[in-house]
Nanobody, 125 residues
Framework: QVQLVESGGGLVQAGGSLRLSCLVS????????MGWFRQAPGKEREFVAA????????SYADSVKGRFTISRDNAKNTVYLQLNSLKPEDTAVYYC??????????????????WGQGTQVTVSS
């Protein structure tokens, strides 16, 4: 049973920073591509960032490029999302996702294998 557990969300002022973490268990973490998605109230879930299993490929949504950074530590079974220069429109529930295929996270964004339960990020103006 694969489990993804996010942490690190919270309330922050605009311009501030947060670091989200996602701990993975139940699978060989280094064999999984990892990603982050988010869902704001009344909106559909959207792609934020993805990273390949050894970190050689990364992709970002245009809305977060230059502000967010995805990284992973395979020794700790953890993927991170560093959120800098936060804006009120970044307010959402952030979900960690895992898949055997990087392209399913970064391109097709459909039928993704595993999801976390989400962590709330709220950015005040």
């Amino acid at each position: 049973q694969v489990q993804l557990v996010e942490s690190g969300g919270g309330l922050v002022q605009a311009g501030g920073s947060l670091r989200l973490s996602c701990l993975v268990s139940g699978r060989t973490f280094s064999s999984l591509a990892m990603g982050w998605f988010r869902q704001a109230p009344g909106k559909e879930r959207e792609f934020v960032a993805a990273i390949s299993w050894i970190g050689s490929r990364r992709s970002y949504a245009d809305s977060v490029k230059g502000r967010f950074t995805i990284s992973r530590d395979n020794a700790k079974n953890t993927v991170y999302l560093q959120l800098n220069s936060l804006k009120p429109e970044d307010t959402a529930v952030y979900y960690c996702a895992a898949d055997n295929y990087y392209e399913r996270l970064s391109v097709t964004r459909a039928t993704i294998d595993y999801w976390g339960q989400g962590t709330q990020v709220t950015v005040s103006s």
